[in-house]
């Protein structure tokens, strides 16, 4: 399985059940994302160990990578984090955390206004304590009772231990799933987690996961093998289109109880279809008229298609990648698409005018041309059925621009 994860992202200190510690682990993608500002959801990693190479498989939702715009589920520790209107402070010894409304500093003293959630705010008086260094600015999940809340990585801190420590992994003992915890002194804990979130036996979930793509997907499940492993579904087989093998993940990472759809399923080729008219399809669709594009350009190597295009935002083209992925021949697809309004554009009357112009021009009646003023250039693109008509297109917007900035992207077809 390492083969199938090419790309190193990460290193994290996790539990390795084959060593019995906590050890560095590579965590391995598929694909090159980075985790600076965190990842999209459900993709899955492997987490290989460092020193014995054992391999288990995780998703991204289940790591905290360090960067989060809200910290809503983490709560500051007083002496231990600098404290702000709006954060969650927990006191040693309390039966739970406040919210703070306000915050307060005199010569000797710190003021705090918090709601516990009760009718009337409590106002509770500290004595100084300014905190120099945060191991974790953003707070720290409070345990037992986080502890379904918890990702791989977080910082923690144990109530009734008196203990900071942190995440280091999920375990299975054989019964229960648990959260594995790192403390300050080097211990290992194991709190299992709450019974919502156990992971449903295999045969429950394969069961549930096959029921629920032949209910959605009758033809096509047929060709599809199920997996299931600690609440993972792996799916393996052929598919028609990448757009059906895309819905297939979606349904399965959709449902409740799966912690992730890992995808091993490929493409059916019924018929060769080269790179070149791969391309030649996609620049068709993307031509299409009334479709209002510009700045496009299609990258595809061995099936793997890269698309990247702009557009005007109340011509957002939302169905495009969708329609792509259906093409025979797709493997992989990546569809980047910047969008702006009219306002953020240069020139955008005189290409309008130009466009009229050549849709009008006796010899170019039969061609597609779209220009667009893009880098402090005219860009002309879309499709001609000859070089003579090319060349025309190219002296006519050079005529009436009177620029030598033109770029001339159009294609003979």
Request: aromatic share 10%; with cysteine.
């Amino acid at each position: 399985m390492r083969k199938l994860f090419p790309h190193r992202l990460y290193s994290q200190k996790m539990f390795c059940c084959r060593c019995q510690r906590v050890t560095v682990h590579g965590l391995f993608a598929r694909e090159p994302y980075s985790t600076y500002g965190g990842m999209e959801p459900k993709i899955p990693l492997l987490c290989s160990c460092d020193t014995c190479n054992n391999v288990i498989v995780c998703f991204s939702h289940e790591f905290y990578f360090g960067a989060r715009e809200e910290h809503a589920d983490y709560t500051k520790i007083y002496g231990y984090n600098r404290i702000a209107p709006g954060n969650w402070l927990y006191f040693k010894g309390a039966v739970k955390p406040g919210l703070v409304k306000s915050c307060f500093q005199t010569n000797d003293k710190e003021i705090y206004v918090l709601t516990y959630g009760g009718v009337k705010d409590e106002k509770v008086e500290c004595p100084k304590c300014p905190v120099e260094t945060e191991v974790s600015p953003g707070g720290y999940r409070l345990l037992p009772a986080q502890s379904a809340l918890t990702l791989i990585g977080d910082h923690v801190y144990h109530a009734k231990r008196n203990m900071f420590g942190v995440a280091v992994g999920y375990v299975n003992d054989g019964e229960k799933d648990k959260l594995a915890v790192q403390l300050e002194d080097d211990s290992l804990l194991f709190i299992t987690l709450p019974q919502s979130i156990q992971n449903l036996p295999n045969a429950k979930l394969s069961d549930m996961t096959r029921n629920k793509l032949m209910q959605f997907f009758p033809e096509d499940s047929r060709r599809i093998s199920v997996t299931v492993g600690q609440g993972i579904v792996y799916l393996d087989g052929l598919v028609r289109n990448l757009s059906v093998k895309r819905a297939l993940c979606a349904c399965v990472n959709g449902m409740q109880r799966v912690r992730g759809c890992v995808d091993f399923m490929k493409v059916r080729m019924d018929s060769y279809v080269s790179d070149e008219q791969l391309e030649k399809s996609i620049l068709s669709l993307l031509e299409t008229p009334g479709l209002r594009i510009f700045n496009y350009k299609v990258h595809v190597n061995k099936g793997d298609v890269q698309v990247s295009l702009c557009c005007f935002r109340e011509y957002y083209p939302k169905e495009i990648e969708s329609k792509i992925a259906e093409f025979p021949g797709v493997q992989k697809l990546k569809v980047s698409i910047e969008s702006m309004s009219t306002e953020e554009m240069e020139n955008v009357k005189v290409c309008k005018e130009l466009e009229y112009e050549l849709s009008t021009h006796t010899r170019l009646a039969d061609a597609l041309i779209r220009v667009s003023f893009v880098d402090k250039k005219f860009l002309l693109e879309g499709k001609v059925h000859s070089l003579l008509q090319k060349q025309l297109a190219m002296f006519c917007v050079a005529k009436k621009v009177m620029s030598p900035s033109i770029e001339n992207r159009l294609r003979i077809a």
